[in-house]
Antibody
């Protein structure tokens, strides 16, 4: 069955960096775009960015553009979210999600919490 | 980019039907049939309920249905059950040159 497992979250000081990982299994990873979506405590879902199935294209929300970078390693079935210059407002649960046959996010990981605080 | 507009809350009694709206623009909801709906229970990851406006993934109850008119999409839940109480989010593909997806602000469904 499809599984997505995020890791790498934790407490980090403002201005520092953190890299999240999302390990995928149960499907042909190299055939699917992968998204990152975050959710601040008590708030709604916010789309962060996407990387195409082959890594050829990436798109980001304006709120993270220039600070966050998505990459993937299709040989390791893993997608990454490199987060630099972190701010307090980046504090969220970060989910990775698989893009399905159309534009839907059909499978989601359990999320990993990132807390940006001094 | 602006979020899609959803009502903050809706409520209904068991057995009733409710509808949640999701209003965007011609650059997202109105321009493409790429609207999805997600259900999220407290402390859990979102779950896909509807995609491409009105398609149900395998395993999702047919009590859930979706539609679209102009720039507004809708999620209808019929025969409300206690387990339907959750937050619901719409999303859409957007034709912005640098952004791919936009979410609604979410709607809290209370089953009375």
């Amino acid at each position: 069955q499809v599984q997505l497992v995020e890791s790498g979250g934790g407490v980090v000081q403002p201005g520092r960096s953190l890299r999240l990982s999302c390990a995928a299994s149960g499907f042909t990873f190299s055939s699917h775009g992968m998204h990152w979506v975050r959710q601040a405590p008590g708030k709604g879902l916010e789309w962060v960015g996407v990387i195409w199935y082959d890594g050829s294209n990436k798109y980001y929300a304006d709120s993270v553009k220039g600070r966050f970078t998505i990459s993937r390693d299709n040989s390791m079935n893993t997608v990454y979210l490199q987060m630099n210059s972190l701010r307090a407002e980046d504090t969220s649960v970060y989910y990775c999600a698989r893009q399905g046959s159309s534009r839907q996010l059909d499978y989601w990981g359990q999320g990993t919490l990132v807390t940006v605080s001094s | 980019q602006s979020a899609l507009t959803q009502p903050a809350s809706v409520s209904g009694s068991p057995g009733q039907s409710i509808t949640i709206s999701c209003t965007g623009t011609s650059s997202d909801v109105g321009g493409y049939n790429y609207v999805s709906w997600y259900q999220q229970h407290p402390g859990k990851a979102p779950k896909l309920m509807i995609y491409d406006v009105s398609n149900r993934p395998s395993g999702v109850s047919d009590r859930f249905s979706g539609s679209k008119s102009g720039n507004t999409a809708s999620l209808t839940i019929s025969g409300l059950q206690a387990g339907d109480e959750a937050d619901y989010y719409c999303s859409s593909y957007t034709s912005s040159s640098t952004v791919d997806v936009v979410f609604g602000g979410g709607t809290k469904l209370t089953v009375l």
